[in-house]
């Protein structure tokens, strides 16, 4: 049986590479060649393309969604999921997470990638049941990170949580490059020891390491990897499909896909690369190797936002200081994976450590609310004396976090009920009512001028009288 393979390049891809700026227009053209390919799966939605589809391109990530279902026929689609969090910073309530579940899968997404930045199960689990009772396919991940709490032993624990749980399929969510090719190998093959269902592996090339990581997956036994068409791979993105291809040519893992179908949109999606070069969207400092990935365990897109920090701070000399005080920090709040919103909470703090000379001297609500348990258990247990330090005697929260937050659909979408065109936009404004607020002040504008511009025409056209 070959091996399965998911493609990116319409999310994860275009997230990593060029802060997912790709446009609905710029998808749609590629979409029915990438569907002929006869991937297990297309990634593209969820993650970050919902706030910036409509922040930065004033786009409709609902109608984005459905007009990629209209033409990808035989290929199941694929979104990513922050349990709890949905695709918004916060944890919501249990109704909008269920009507967002439902809705997502009744506008065409198959696939859904379910995850918690802490590997907190109960964080997952509500949408987990509610992709299920749609008829989706819920795909549990673990966030994969090195530490002295995380073993094998221990994310065998959380994929057999998950299977209990009615997980269809397991997903190691490799957000940094942290995991290398031996380790790989044995961290397949004791999910494939323990667990019935598929396994399936997301990794990003930031440290070089990740087509290696593949291969001695694959022999492990690993069910499904992620890949991107080349143009968009490698760097801060997904391995590239092509070589992954030509590589398992003629062996039991053979995909059986087209080299020159791929080629294709492979020359597809190179124009835009050098549109996005040209324009500056797409950095050549993402493209290389990041070799303090593998020293520091700090996934990319954080290095690139403590540089920035540092820099409003006139302390960009402090760089390694804060890449040194990062890992203490993360041992600190219980070895939280670094990954939204856990990399931009360590690495904050990090920051004002360092800046401040003093540790934990300034520490902002988000860290408070990481450590009395407001996104959920950390891995570890956060040391009473660290406890004490940054909340004083506050009431730590010790059930699940979502438990406390009263159903509040009918609410939001009483606020939003002016800007309401279609039952999707009261969870676009739950998530993100600022951004929602303009994108929706935007649409009404440009129906204006569209109904404004027909009659005019009409006027022209057939005077009256």
């Given at each position: 049986?070959?091996?399965?393979?998911?493609?990116?390049?319409?999310?994860?891809?275009?997230?990593?590479?060029?802060?997912?700026?790709?446009?609905?227009?710029?998808?749609?053209?590629?979409?029915?060649?990438?569907?002929?390919?006869?991937?297990?799966?297309?990634?593209?939605?969820?993650?970050?393309?919902?706030?910036?589809?409509?922040?930065?391109?004033?786009?409709?990530?609902?109608?984005?969604?459905?007009?990629?279902?209209?033409?990808?026929?035989?290929?199941?689609?694929?979104?990513?999921?922050?349990?709890?969090?949905?695709?918004?910073?916060?944890?919501?309530?249990d109704d909008v997470v269920d009507y967002f579940v439902q809705k997502a899968v009744a506008n065409g997404m198959d696939i859904i990638r379910i995850f918690d930045a802490l590997n907190d199960p109960r964080n997952v689990e509500r949408s987990i049941k509610a992709c299920k009772k749609e008829g989706g396919h819920a795909q549990a991940a673990f966030s994969y990170t090195i530490s002295p709490f995380h073993s094998l032993e221990q994310f065998v624990k959380d994929a057999r949580t998950f299977e209990s749980m009615g997980a269809d399929s397991i997903c190691i969510k490799d957000m940094a490059g942290l995991l290398t090719p031996y380790n790989a190998y044995d961290l397949v093959k004791a999910l494939k020891e323990n667990v019935k269902i598929p396994i399936q592996l997301h990794t990003h090339y930031t440290s070089g390491v990740a087509s290696m990581t593949y291969l001695k997956a694959i022999e492990a036994g690993v069910d499904v990897v992620d890949c991107a068409a080349s143009p968009l791979a490698m760097g801060t993105s997904q391995p590239p499909v092509e070589p992954l291809v030509a590589t398992l040519r003629g062996t039991k893992y053979d995909t059986g896909f087209d080299l020159n179908l791929l080629s294709e949109i492979a020359a597809y999606f190179q124009k835009l690369r050098e549109a996005y070069l040209s324009t500056g969207?797409?950095?050549?400092?993402?493209?290389?190797?990041?070799?303090?990935?593998?020293?520091?365990?700090?996934?990319?897109?954080?290095?690139?936002?403590?540089?920035?920090?540092?820099?409003?701070?006139?302390?960009?000399?402090?760089?390694l200081d804060v890449l040194h005080e990062v890992p203490k920090v993360r041992e600190d709040l219980g070895y939280p994976p670094l990954v939204t919103p856990t990399s931009q909470i360590v690495g904050t703090q990090a920051v004002l450590n360092v800046i401040m000379n003093e540790r934990y001297k300034m520490v902002p609500k988000e860290t408070k609310g990481l450590v009395k348990g407001e996104y959920g258990k950390t891995p570890a247990p956060i040391s009473d004396e660290i406890v004490k330090k940054i909340i004083g005697d506050e009431e730590r929260i010790t059930c699940r976090p979502a438990d406390l937050i009263p159903n509040e659909l009918d609410k939001i979408r009483e606020e939003a009920a002016e800007y309401i065109e279609q039952d999707e936009d009261v969870l676009t404004y739950a998530m993100f009512p600022q951004v929602a607020k303009k994108f929706f002040e935007y649409r009404k504008a440009q129906k204006y001028k569209i109904d404004s511009d027909m009659v005019d025409y009409e006027f022209r056209v057939h005077p009256l009288g």
């Open positions: 049986m070959g091996i399965k393979i998911t493609d990116t390049s319409l999310r994860d891809a275009h997230q990593s590479l060029i802060a997912t700026r790709m446009s609905t227009d710029e998808m749609l053209p590629i979409v029915e060649k990438i569907d002929k390919v006869g991937y297990h799966s297309i990634e593209c939605w969820g993650g970050a393309t919902f706030d910036a589809s409509m922040r930065f391109l004033n786009e409709d990530p609902w109608d984005r969604l459905r007009k990629i279902k209209a033409k990808a026929k035989n290929t199941k689609l694929q979104m990513l999921l922050r349990g709890q969090n949905l695709l918004g910073y916060k944890h919501y309530a969207l797409l950095n050549t400092k993402v493209m290389g190797v990041d070799i303090n990935t593998l020293i520091y365990q700090v996934p990319g897109g954080m290095l690139s936002n403590l540089v920035s920090q540092l820099k409003q701070a006139g302390k960009e000399d402090q760089l």
